[in-house]
Each structure stands twice: as C-alpha cells, then as structure tokens.
C-alpha cells in the first residue's frame, strides 16, 4: 500500500516566529517529525507542506521532500488541517498521477513520539478495514466531568452529565467515566476518507494510546523550553532525527566563483568572550590578523559582511574600521540573508557562510559553503561543509580568508 506522510509547517507562525526550523535540543524543529516519518518501517514517502522556501531548504536537508510550494491562501492563520490535505493530495495526483491509499499527518509542535508510534497507528489502521481514522490519545490532564460553562444568566453548568450520577462534579474521580485529550502526535487517514467524506477524521476513529510523559504541543516559548527539557533529559524513549553527516550529507565544494562571504561576529570574529565595565560599557578582543584577510578579501573584489544577533556599538565600531557592511540586531538571520542575496542578485550556490552557533544554523542551507570555527557549538560542525582549522577571534577569519583567495589563485595559474 502506498502510505504517505505529510507534515504541515508554514511559515507564519506568531507565538514563537520561525518556529517550524528553530533548533530544539541541535536540530531544526521539523527534523523530528521528518524523522518519525521516515524511521517508520510502513511509510513509503515523506512530504512537507509548506509555504515558505527556508522551511523547504530544511526539510530536504533532512530528507522530506517538498514537491510543491502551498499556495498562501491555504497557509493563514485560520487555515485548518483539511484544506492543506486535499491540496496536497491533490497536487500529488495531478502532477504525479500518486495516489496514497494513508495518509498520516505529523505535526512539527509534537515532537517527543514514540519511536513506534507511526507504524502502530498505520497498521492499527490496516487491521481495522471498517475505521476511517487512528487518532493519538493520552488520558486527560483535567478531568471534563467536573469542568463547568455559565451560561446567559451568568450561573455555572455542568458541562457533561452522567447517567445515574446526580452530581458528576461532585463524585470521586473512580466513578467517573474515564477521558481522553488528542494529542498532535499522530493521525492515519484512509484518503478515501478525506475524499468521499471531507473529512480528515470520518466517523468510525480509533485510538492510540500515547505515553503520557511524551504529551507535548510547542505554542508557547514555556512549551518550548518544556520540550527542550524532555528531549535533553533523554528519559523518554522517542524518534530522534539523525545527525546530518551520518545521513546521506555530501560535503559541499568551496564555490569556483565566489560572489559574497558572510560571517557571524561573536565567536567567529571574536573568542565570544565580553568585557563589561561598571558602567555597562562592553570592549571584545579581535584578532588583527583577522582584519589582514579581510582587507585582503576586499582588495580582491570579493564582497563580505556581517550578519549579527548583537546589537551593540562595539560589532559596528569593528565592522567600520574593517570596511565591512554589518546588519545587527537580527532575530533570525536566514530571512536577511535571503534578503541580501536576491537584492545582491548573486547566486546561492557562490555565497559562503561562516558561524559558530546554532544561530547560524538556519543560514548553512541557504548558501553554497557553510563554515565553522574550530571551537563552533558540536551541531554546527556536524552541519558544516568544512571546519576551520582556527577557533572563533584566533585566526579563523584569516584562515578562510586565505583558503578563498589561495584557491583562486590556483585557479588562475591552471
């Protein structure tokens, strides 16, 4: 049978921006759910729905396909989980004549899943031909029973009744029927189900049990740093993606032609040490050396900048006495240099990026050659094309200076 997952993740996301490719625990958000969807033994395909190129670059860095870009008017807001189903589907249909008989849907907010979660849900799905849908449950937190409404008149109501129980709200906890909470961890979907009834649920669900310690929905930066935890603690046993370079991860080429070269600042032009007076004034130690190839970098006619998370006179004092454009201030560097490399109108793939944290994560699939320092945060080299042999404010700047600009000369004496 053809079993298709999909995962949802469109770029507008307002309670925490980015969210969908913000690192949790080393790795882009999405990462986990792409890696539930692929380490599942009964899935065929992974795909990502999504309207933004950035979450696209990721999700293929991590081996989810992205076969089409969803239209905008199916990635607001208010935009439910039905409309981005058919459109899929239905893209998949037209264009490759595919036709999966599940679908299951993983969403990137849950990210703690049980490493067999997806093959149970599927298969509990294949044995129950009469069930339209698996959905996964964990018991309710807050008991409905003994939830209330207030109604016109501003008095309060039960919100559930029970037969032969007089006042629900009031009994013990035994004697009540037991509840469940869906959770966003897994849901399988016959696809003649969401075509014949358009519905991504039908009539006839059955559940899932999940385990409860697993119970996580990402919308707050308090759920983050929750999951952020339960990852970590490593307690729970859960899909966890795979390290970029133990995958099918290629290397990258230093580009032949190099049109723009982009660092980080703290850790790369400096050793990501501060000195802070009693007066809050804040002084770096910069490398001098660094500041050569630099200028040797210009000299040569390669345009470099610097993108930096800091706002703060010291990064523009050095970028001024360097003659280096800096943009400061970013919360998310990769939409600036998205941004600047089509006003620059250079080609990605000629564009070289140097980091040394998980800041800088998100920018090393949008470029043709990512960089770290020798000292940068473990996930970045992983994710890295080539390591430096020098340590952030010691040399490293130089050292990729030289490389760049050796590897040119070599070129011109062939």
């Not at 935009?79 to 589907?89: E, G, R, S």
């Not at 007066?279 to 130690?285: F, I, L, S, Y």
């Amino acid at each position: 049978m053809n079993i298709l997952a999909i995962i949802p993740a469109r770029g507008g996301s307002k309670s925490i921006p980015r969210k969908n490719i913000k690192i949790l625990a080393g790795f882009p958000l999405i990462a986990f759910s792409i890696a539930a969807g692929k380490q599942a033994k009964l899935v065929n395909r992974v795909i990502v729905s999504t309207d933004d190129e950035e979450i696209a670059a990721v999700a293929r860095q991590y081996g989810a396909e992205t076969p089409f870009m969803r239209p905008a008017e199916y990635a607001q807001d208010q935009t439910t989980d039905l409309p981005v189903f058919i459109h899929a589907l239905g893209w998949l249909a037209e264009h490759e004549q595919y036709q999966p008989d599940i679908v299951v849907q993983l969403r990137p907010t849950s990210p703690v899943r049980p490493p067999d979660c997806v093959d149970q849900a599927v298969q509990l799905l294949l044995d129950h031909p009469e069930a339209d849908s698996v959905r996964g449950l964990v018991p309710s937190g807050q008991n409905p029973y003994k939830m209330w409404k207030i109604d016109s008149a501003g008095r309060m109501q039960p919100l559930l009744k029970v037969e032969g129980l007089a006042e629900p709200y009031n009994s013990p906890r035994q004697a009540l029927p037991p509840t469940f909470w869906q959770t966003g961890h897994i849901d399988a979907i016959r696809v003649a189900t969401i075509a014949s009834k358009q519905s991504l649920s039908g009539e006839v669900i059955l559940p899932l049990m999940i385990d409860p310690r697993c119970t996580i929905d990402i919308d707050t930066l308090r759920d983050w740093e929750r999951a952020e935890a339960l990852v970590n603690q490593r307690e729970i046993p859960m899909v966890r993606p795979i390290p970029l370079e133990a995958e099918q991860h290629v290397q990258r080429q230093l580009p032949e032609h190099v049109e723009l070269v982009v660092f980080d600042f703290d850790g790369v032009m400096t050793d990501d040490r501060v000195w802070v007076d009693q007066d809050g004034r804040e002084m770096v130690a910069a490398s001098r050396s660094d500041g050569m190839g630099v200028g040797m970098l210009l000299t040569a006619g390669i345009p470099a900048l610097v993108l930096s998370t800091e706002a703060n006179p010291v990064v523009a004092a050095r970028c001024k006495k360097l003659r280096l454009p800096v943009v400061q201030g970013l919360v998310e560097k990769s939409q600036t240099l998205l941004g600047i490399i089509k006003e620059r109108g250079v080609n990605p793939a000629n564009v070289i990026y140097l980091g040394n944290d998980i800041n800088d994560l998100s920018c090393f699939p949008l470029v043709g050659f990512a960089v770290a320092v020798a000292d940068a945060y473990p996930a970045v080299r992983a994710r890295a094309d080539l390591i430096l042999c020098h340590s952030g404010g010691f040399g490293a700047v130089r050292e990729l200076c030289d490389l760049i600009l050796g590897s040119r000369d070599m070129k011109k004496d062939h």
